[in-house]
């Protein structure tokens, strides 16, 4: 498996809104159709420090998985041609930042942001509340919270977007999971509140869908997109201890699950 690669055509605005990474909105030519792509703008620094690349594309990769929405996403090129039909401001942003390619999704028109105030019964009604907080917790993204949803509602359906920050993995993650320990930061998780507080029956219920995909996710299929980003000139990727974390989970889903119903007790 490989990521498709979409030459960057022509630019349409930043959003202002979207975060400390200010993603420009461009137009691609993805496979002889133009489409707007929302494309995320980073630093060198910030690409090494936190894995960036691996976790959008994973964190996409993974909620396909999952049978979580996110929109189309593929690998940007900003070609020299590209660059040279941007004005003096845009070029100057771009001198800041890492030079290789970027991670972008397809630009939805007509969505709106997740209201965090729903109800249990509602927000089941677009997404599964449950599937999402164990697929946060699976991926270590800690950045789906009330204040910051990171997820769009379309047509009625909830859209995942942003997984930047998700990764955060080290071999205290891995320690931690086999000695049966939540990591206690999730409790600011966008849905933990909710799922807490469902009554005794329905928590019954709770991630077996989740653990049902999990035991199906086999790791081999992506072995290409390690090949690919390292081609690309992304090579601090930490395969090998991200290959022992998953592996880990994908050992003992039970025990994955078990953690996940404990900690909203």
């Not at 930043?14 to 030519?29: A, Q, R, T």
């Not at 998985?65 to 590209?82: C, N, Q, S």
Request: proline share 3%; net charge negative; with cysteine.
């Amino acid at each position: 498996m490989k990521l498709p690669i979409y030459k960057a055509i022509s630019f349409n605005g930043i959003i202002l809104e979207g975060g400390h990474s200010k993603p420009w909105v461009i137009s691609v030519n993805a496979e002889g159709e133009l489409k707007p792509y929302v494309v995320k703008l980073y630093r060198t620094i910030d690409i090494e420090a936190r894995n960036k690349m691996a976790a959008e594309i994973l964190g996409c990769l993974f909620a396909e998985e999952f049978d979580l929405l996110v929109p189309a996403f593929a690998i940007i090129e900003f070609t020299e041609e590209f660059r040279m039909s941007l004005g003096e401001e845009c070029e100057e942003i771009l001198n800041l930042l890492d030079e290789r390619v970027k991670f972008g999704t397809e630009y939805y028109e007509g969505t709106f942001l997740f209201a965090p105030q729903m109800s249990l019964e509602d927000a089941e009604k677009i997404i599964p509340v449950d599937t999402l907080y164990a697929f946060d917790y699976f991926i270590c993204n800690r950045d789906r919270t009330l204040k910051k949803p990171n997820l769009l509602i379309k047509d009625g359906s909830g859209v995942l977007i942003d997984h930047e920050m998700a990764l955060e993995i080290d071999q205290n993650t891995i320690t931690n999971f086999k000695a049966e320990k939540w990591n206690d930061k999730y409790q600011y998780h966008l849905f933990y509140e909710l799922l807490k507080g469902a009554n005794p029956s329905k928590k019954a219920m709770f991630f077996n869908e989740f653990e049902f995909y999990l035991q199906s996710l086999r790791l081999n299929k992506y072995k290409g997109v390690f090949q690919q980003l390292n081609e690309l000139g992304f090579t601090n990727l930490n395969e090998e201890l991200l290959e022992e974390y998953f592996n880990a989970i994908l050992k003992d889903p039970q025990k994955f699950k078990k953690i996940l119903r404990r900690s909203i007790e």
